[in-house]
């Protein structure tokens, strides 16, 4: 999630400076879609790969969207799409590293041990996001 916390604010700082204020809407609509797409497809993925192997083939995935969002900006900075195509990028990356280190858990811990766990593992979440 760090990684979230970092590309947030050049997502928003990216897509403002190159987008406008005016398109804003558009792309938070956008959003909208594109995360109801990918989540129905992680469901139906999720029916044949289960916890663990999706978490270690999906974060892969992500960190190598991330390298290609870098590549691209470095070749075309200035291509209309890429702001667009990086704001859907993060809204999705946030949404699944999510998820795969959820699905990880589930499959790591018994749902006694969860019930003990998942309060302090979420509480460390929180604080290692606000500091």
Known sequence: MAAYYVMKP???AF???????ANVPKVHM???????VAVLA???????????????????LLAGGIVCFWGAAQLAPKYDLLPWIY??????????????FWSLTHTV???EESKIHYGWIG???????SF
């Open 87 to 100: 704001y859907l990028g993060v809204a999705l990356f946030s949404s699944f590293a999510v998820a795969f």
């Open 123 to 129: 509480a460390g979440g929180i604080a290692g996001g």
């Open 15 to 21: 897509f403002l400076d190159t987008q406008g204020f």
């Open 10 to 12: 050049v997502r928003e």
């Open 109 to 111: 811990f018994t749902p």
């Open 42 to 60: 992680y469901e139906f993925v999720a029916r044949y790969i289960r916890g663990g192997r999706l978490a270690i083939f999906g974060q892969p």
């Open 30 to 36: 956008l959003a909208c879609v594109a995360t109801l």
